[in-house]
């Protein structure tokens, strides 16, 4: 069992947090576990915007291993039976991407996926978003990833929870929070990574920022695939020696390298929540091996009224009270707030008029 908040020392490595507390039955010494376990996130989400979680306490190494044999089986068959699942069936979001099909900063990216969202009423291509999911017939393929839906779904909600208290939320607060997040509007993906060619003018996939809520990525064993942006002020050179693509911020890319038992969690671009106290991170991948990853999109409800959450604004105004020393302190500025579906839809609608299905990628 990895300990509930990581013991690395050197501040380019992303912390460790056990969701076990949240798992187990209340107890009051549960409670004070669960207030560390918050406490951890809430410190991640504001220095990193990615952290490793330890799911151990909900599957098991063999669930994944299970994903990545299906998603192998899959990425391996004849290219003619993959095309068959082609995004242009469906509604440019459902369904298969070829290698180099999707393209991020202008260049394509090298590797080829299948994408899933939550099954919709009246399903109706023609509509963004609106289609049906398209499975692989490899046996047993259906079934192991719906289940591992089901598990994420209840990951979302206990990691939401401990972001709540770790943003000082009252039970009510979180109630309401909770009803906007309870019907996901999900996204899965199966991605199969070929070696990055070095002559390759791009990435495996390039740096980008997700542009939902959570992601958690069951990534493969390949070292070195996985590139976090960390924001550091008057950081020196891009460690990872390859192009940097994070514009005028300054920071240092580092390697986020598969742990046991663990996925890797990054908050995506719907920081509205938090209103900027926690930011959405850069991350890309160079693969050089051949291997499979499976991230998992929890997202809002489709409905949901995405807005600067009461608690994170009592924060920010609460220190930066004590940075002015004053008994006072201005209101935060705050956010717009957005229904997630609206901006869900403006994001992905120029991707179906143009007969693209990009959502994100790991």
């Excluded at 208290?165 to 991605?191: C, H, N, Q």
């Excluded at 705050?334 to 901006?343: A, L, R």
Aim: charged residues 25%.
């Amino acid at each position: 069992m990895v300990s509930e908040t990581s013991t690395q020392t050197n501040e380019l490595s992303l912390p460790i947090i056990s969701i076990t507390p949240y798992i187990l039955q209340p107890s009051p010494e549960v409670e004070t576990q669960r207030a560390n376990v918050s406490a951890a996130i809430h410190a991640a989400c504001r220095d990193f915007g990615f952290f490793y979680l330890d799911i151990s306490a909900i599957s098991e190494p063999k669930e994944t291993e299970e994903l990545i044999e299906f998603a192998r089986r899959f990425f391996h068959s004849p290219q003619e039976e993959k095309d068959e699942l082609a995004l242009s069936n469906q509604d440019y979001a459902r369904g298969y991407a070829r290698l180099k099909e999707n393209v991020t900063n202008g260049k394509a990216d090298n590797h080829e996926g299948i994408d899933f969202y939550r099954p919709v009423d009246n399903p109706d291509k023609t509509r963004p978003l609106w289609g049906e999911n398209q499975w692989p017939t490899v046996p047993q393929f259906r079934e192991k990833y719906e289940a591992w839906v089901e598990k994420m779904k209840i990951l979302g909600l206990v990691v939401m929870e401990a972001m709540a208290v770790g943003l000082g939320m009252t039970p009510d607060e979180w109630k309401e929070l909770r009803s906007s997040v309870d019907d996901s509007f999900w996204v899965m993906r199966a991605i199969g990574y070929p070696p990055l060619p070095n002559d390759h003018d791009g990435f495996s996939c390039g740096a980008h920022k997700d542009y939902g809520c959570l992601t958690f990525l069951h990534a493969d064993p390949t070292l070195g695939a996985l590139q976090v942006f960390l924001r550091r002020s008057g950081a020196g050179p891009d460690l990872s020696g390859l192009p940097a693509e994070q514009g005028d911020e300054r920071g240092v890319w580092i390697t986020a390298d598969p742990i046991l038992g663990c996925v890797v969690c990054n908050i995506g671009e719907r920081e509205i929540w938090s209103n900027g106290l926690y930011k959405s991170t850069l991350h890309r991948v160079v693969h050089r091996g051949s291997n499979y990853r499976v991230p998992f999109f929890f997202e809002p409800n489709l409905d949901a009224l995405v807005k600067p959450l009461d608690a994170a604004l009592r924060l920010q105004k609460k220190e930066k009270t004590a940075l002015t020393n004053e008994g006072k302190a201005e209101k935060p500025k705050e956010y717009k707030s957005t229904v997630y579906g609206e901006f869900l839809m403006a994001k992905v609608g120029n991707n179906f008029a143009n007969g693209k299905g990009k959502y994100a990628d790991d």
